[in-house]
């Protein structure tokens, strides 16, 4: 539906390099990254706001590098949502509908609609200065999807809005794109917004896609330790491996003064991550099936998380691990624990 | 009752340092209202209804006033697409054509008139306008708006192009993707976002433009009933000792100004109140 060939664009010393993506029809894409990773100049290079410098950009399979952005069929919300301060908020939805010489009873039609999607009929009459944010938030979404795109480009849709808001406007903005059976490219630098939304996203920085996939993926699978510590891996490890047989299926690496099984064959320096939430916790002195990646570990302290306890464990490795509060509480006054590294909770970082 | 809901609680302290403020508003309003309170003072009865009666003076308030507003209308005409191009299109040599622009401001007031003169009389370029054209401007009403267009059209230039630049561009890109080609967004976004700074250059330049005097005496001179404004006709009833008549002049021109800017301010909204 939406895809970027090669796409190359540059502004001063920055430049988003080359980057190919392709987002099937109907997908809610969320493009995540640091500050400064290029994510609103892509987001602008796919409306047409900026003349990329090489490389292509297809819409519904047509070549629009060199379209308008008004032609381009795309309906966009930018940071701080951009509503017009002289117009109402009627004046706002209407717009794009006013600028198509749109029929009256057309005009009604599509604004009590949209309106009743998002319910802010209330809203119309009111002028843009007196609006809280996720009241903005709406009317912005409204202007946008009035003019019935296909596509929807949201930058940092939610950034402004409090922590409650974000939830619940996260929640409409899903529930529109299947209503309407959108495809959505929305950028945000925010973990939780992303997984609470995204079939699939990308992770950006330095102008480069760091990684591409279903957004499980990233967080279970980084490819890279910048991908790992951006979705907040913790326990990423790095160690020399020892020789493996041939038909070995795990590597050993040491760190320090001991050393962890990992799955796959592997030579030279090795980073790894550690699922917290799939390690193995049993009182001290525990027997586990398999004795290797078996550690004895000293619980340094722990925090509750509502839905998982965190717990930091120290010894000859260092490591965190979740678990439920179920599970931790014949744990709690324990001292010292075992810890079990199954091989699926280790994922090799290339 | 509280007056104002925003100030905050505020200490001794604070309230010195806001009468201190006070204090300077004061002193100047003290000053202005001062100079003008000695000129009424000054003046008598009979030098005010000859003000009144006079046709010559009549003809040079007539003509204070179409010339201003048509300098104004122009030079609006101007600063709207050039504040526009300065603002949003870069060029090569913006920088210098900025400069430019300002260049007027600074000019010393005979040296614009000076300018003018030696321009249409002194050049080919200049001579060629005037003869073979027929747009004559040496000593002719319309050189008072050529005068006053130089002198003036930098403040309503400069006041358009920030108040361009402070149209945040989102709002022309949104406008862009809605369906606006470029045009359209600065005449549906930009310009209406604007209004308050183009018009606020339109009131300095009208100021500007109502009371020049210098330039004008170089270039158009000042000819009773023909290219006699206000601020000239100053000038020649002092020069002929008519004191008390210049000064009644003086003052009916200070009324016109005081209320032509309350009522632009007023019409404009809050915004232009408190520029």
């Given at each position: ?119 802010i ?35 940092e ?57 279903p ?36 590597t ?23 699922r ?37 464990l ?26 079990v ?10 | ?7 905050p ?60 507003v ?49 321009f ?50 989102r ?57 006699e ?15 008390e ?13 005081l ?17």
């Amino acid at each position: 539906m939406i895809c970027t060939e090669e796409l190359t664009f540059r502004v001063g010393t920055f430049q988003l390099d080359h980057l190919t993506i392709d987002i099937p029809t109907g997908k809610y894409f969320v493009l995540l990254g640091p500050p400064g990773a290029g994510k609103s100049i892509f987001l602008e290079c796919l409306c047409g706001l900026r003349r990329v410098d090489s490389g292509r950009v297809f819409i519904s399979g047509q070549d629009v590098t060199c379209t308008e952005p008004r032609l381009r069929g795309v309906g966009y919300v930018p940071q701080d949502y951009a509503l017009f301060p002289h117009l109402s908020v009627a004046q706002n939805i209407t717009f794009g509908l006013r600028l198509r010489r749109c029929e009256h009873q057309q005009l009604m039609s599509r604004i009590q609609d949209m309106t009743q999607l998002l319910g802010i009929q209330h809203l119309l009459p009111r002028r843009i200065a007196g609006l809280s944010g996720g009241e903005q938030q709406r009317v912005a979404l409204a202007r946008a999807l009035v003019l019935q795109p296909r596509i929807l480009l949201l930058d940092e849709p939610v950034c402004a809005l409090d922590e409650a808001m974000r939830q619940e406007v996260c929640v409409q903005l899903l529930r529109v794109q299947q209503q309407l059976q959108l495809t959505v490219v929305h950028v945000s630098h925010n973990l939780e917004e992303a997984f609470s939304v995204a079939d699939l996203a990308a992770i950006l920085h330095e102008g480069r896609f760091q990684q591409i996939g279903p957004i499980d993926e990233l967080l279970r699978r980084p490819n890279s330790e910048f991908v790992a510590r951006f979705v907040r891996t913790e326990n990423i490890f790095s160690g020399h491996a020892r020789a493996t047989m041939a038909e070995s299926t795990r590597t050993r690496i040491e760190l320090g003064h001991t050393a962890v099984d990992v799955p796959g064959q592997h030579t030279g320096n090795v980073k790894f991550a550690i699922r917290p939430d799939q390690i193995l916790l049993l009182p001290e002195g525990g027997q586990a099936s398999d004795s290797r990646n078996c550690f004895e570990l000293q619980l340094a302290g722990w925090r509750d998380c509502g839905a998982y306890i965190r717990l930091e464990l120290t010894g000859p490795i260092n490591l965190v691990a979740h678990t439920t509060p179920a599970a931790f509480s014949p744990l709690r006054h324990c001292s010292r624990l075992t810890a079990v590294l199954p091989l699926e909770s280790i994922h090799v970082l290339s | 009752m509280n007056t104002d809901p925003n100030r905050p609680v505020a200490s001794i302290r604070d309230r010195l340092f806001a009468a201190a403020a006070f204090l300077f508003v004061s002193l100047f309003l003290l000053f202005v209202l001062g100079l003008i309170l000695g000129d009424i003072c000054y003046i008598n009865r009979k030098a005010v209804a000859a003000v009144l009666t006079s046709g010559f003076i009549r003809h040079a308030l007539w003509m204070s006033i179409w010339t201003s507003v048509t300098t104004t209308m122009i030079a609006l005409l101007f600063a709207v697409p050039m504040g526009y191009a300065l603002s949003r299109f870069p060029f090569p040599g913006r920088f210098i054509a900025d400069t430019i622009v300002d260049l007027p401001i600074v000019f010393p007031p005979l040296v614009a008139g000076l300018t003018l003169l030696v321009f249409f009389s002194q050049t080919a370029i200049g001579r060629w306008i005037q003869e073979d054209l027929g747009l004559e401007f040496v000593f002719q009403p319309k050189g008072i708006v050529l005068c006053q267009f130089l002198t003036a059209a930098s403040f309503a230039i400069r006041s358009a192009k920030t108040a361009f630049d402070d149209v945040d561009r989102r709002y022309e890109n949104v406008a862009l993707t809605l369906g606006c080609t470029r045009c359209g967004s600065f005449l549906r976004v930009s310009l209406p976002l604007a209004r308050n700074g183009i018009i606020a250059g339109g009131i300095l330049t009208w100021a500007r433009a109502f009371g020049l005097f210098g330039p004008l005496m170089i270039f158009v001179g000042s000819f009773r009933g023909r290219t006699e404004v206000l601020s000239t006709t100053i000038f020649l009833e002092q020069s002929v000792g008519n004191l008390e008549v210049a000064l009644a002049i003086a003052l009916l021109l200070i009324f016109i100004a005081l209320v032509a800017l309350t009522a632009i301010r007023l019409v404009g909204g809050s915004a232009l109140v408190k520029l």
